[in-house]
């Protein structure tokens, strides 16, 4: 009797430590058979050095996001080999320093915007000028093109326009956002029907810039355009976006709002 129980209590010992030395890799795949939703996570490596820093924080901040909460993000550097059917199986394309242009992306990011898909829009990939050549952006992102911006990048006080949006319903009226470069543009977005503005620079901070100096204008930073599932931010210049939880709060309502108006129904009441 004395054997057995020894030989028993041996196994269990077996077992604890078994358990104990496997490689912890609970958290990313803790989704297991419940995962409610897809992200894509789009980045431009060949963007500027300082916007490519902040999309590898954005990798590193929508990660993390991942754990536990049941829902899958890929990354690609380029959507070329995607196919319009392997797209449409992503709730949302996070875009933190550049939108899928090249010849080949773009017919199928309007093909997947154009069909219901989501996007969440950071700072450079809101730029558009006339070298851009894309005339589907200008009325997707309704701003028109690129106007000027402040530098050196800087933290400004913003203002939320729309406090009860759900992106926007948990901030302060007024706060300040950590140092970025900003951009103003050529069209007015509030005369834009389609167009709802949910932040924008306060007019307290004119003027904005040391180098190149902004003096005055409307100044809109956060909106979505209502004819599609998207949301663009002009936040997301160098390494010092993640530090502050006001903003970060901005970020992960922005995704959730727009990961929620899936036109499948809400991956979050599953
Ligand atoms: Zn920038």
């Not at 970025?180 to 949910?198: A, G, H």
């Not at 599932?229 to 993640?242: A, K, P, Q, T």
Request: contains cysteine.
């Amino acid at each position: 009797m004395k054997k057995f129980l020894s030989i028993v209590l041996s196994f269990l010992l077996l077992d604890l430590f078994i358990g104990y030395s496997q490689p912890s890799d609970r958290e990313a795949n803790y989704a297991g058979d419940r995962v409610r939703f897809k992200a894509l996570m789009y980045t431009d490596e060949y963007a500027e050095e300082v916007h490519v820093t902040f999309a590898h924080q954005s990798i590193e901040f929508f990660h993390k996001l991942t754990y536990g909460e049941g829902w899958i993000m890929d990354k690609v550097t380029s959507i070329e080999n995607l196919s319009n059917e392997e797209l449409s199986q992503y709730s949302v394309i996070i875009c933190p320093d550049g939108l899928p242009s090249s010849k080949k992306e773009r017919p199928l990011f309007e093909y997947y915007m154009d069909h219901g898909g989501g996007c969440v829009a950071f700072h450079a990939s809101g730029y558009n000028d006339s070298d851009t050549a894309w005339p589907w952006l200008s009325q997707f992102l309704g701003c028109g093109y690129f106007k000027c911006n402040n530098w050196p990048p800087q933290p400004v006080l913003v203002e939320v326009d729309e406090s009860n949006h759900p992106v926007t319903r948990a901030l302060p009226k007024e706060f300040v956002v950590p140092a970025s470069e900003w951009y103003q543009w050529q069209d007015d977005l509030r005369s834009k029907d389609n167009i709802q503005v949910l932040l924008s620079i306060s007019q307290k901070n004119y003027p904005v810039g040391l180098k190149d100096i902004v003096y005055g204008g409307d100044w809109p930073i956060v909106w979505t355009n209502r004819n599609y599932r998207m949301i663009y931010l002009n936040m997301g210049h160098g390494d010092e976006e993640y530090i502050d939880p006001t903003q970060n709060l901005l970020f992960t309502n922005a995704f959730r709002w727009v990961v929620s108006t899936d036109p499948a129904g809400n991956p979050f009441d599953k």
